[in-house]
């Protein structure tokens, strides 16, 4: 993606560039692993992410979101989340002011089995982090809202270039 260059910014940006790829590679790796350990496939994962990030943003995921967070069909949305369910995974709770609204959310069964797998790599990401300062910590998550940002808009453009989507398929 970035080429090294002679300039220390440009050297700097190739270091930072690659990081970010074995970063993402290794925390590919590892959600994986734990997959693999219960029987979930690659897109069971990124469920169960978007499920923890909207709890932890206080926002629950409703299966519609989820379907256009994942870029799946209602129909495969539905499997999906039953599949997840009869695991033990996540739970549907109904909306308490308007019952045809459905949320999700992380099941105890899952998010102990979640805790017990991600917990010492929880606990090395508290030692990382507390090697830095609060305003060195607000540089670095001013970057990566920024590049998050930045990957969630591409990859949103990479959808919208393909000939037939399966959400579209589905409609």
Known sequence: MYRRRDDPRGRMVADITNDLRRYSADAQHIGHAFANLHGLNPTDLQALIAVMEAELLGEPITPGRLGEQLN????????????????????????????????????????????????PLGRRTDAVMARFTDEELAVVHRFMTT??????????????????SPRRAAD
Do not use: C, N, W
């Not at 995974?89 to 999700?104: E, G, P, Q, S």
């Not at 590049?147 to 037939?164: G, I, N, Y």
């Open 72 to 119: 799946l069909s209602s129909g495969s949305v539905t499997a999906l989340i039953d599949r997840l369910e009869r695991a033990g995974h996540i739970r549907r709770d109904r909306d308490t002011a308007d019952r045809r609204k459905v949320f999700l959310h992380y099941a105890d069964q899952g998010a102990a089995l979640a805790m017990s797998f991600f917990g």
């Open 147 to 164: 590049m998050v940002a930045s990957m969630r808009e591409h990859r949103d453009a990479v959808r919208a270039t393909r000939p037939e």
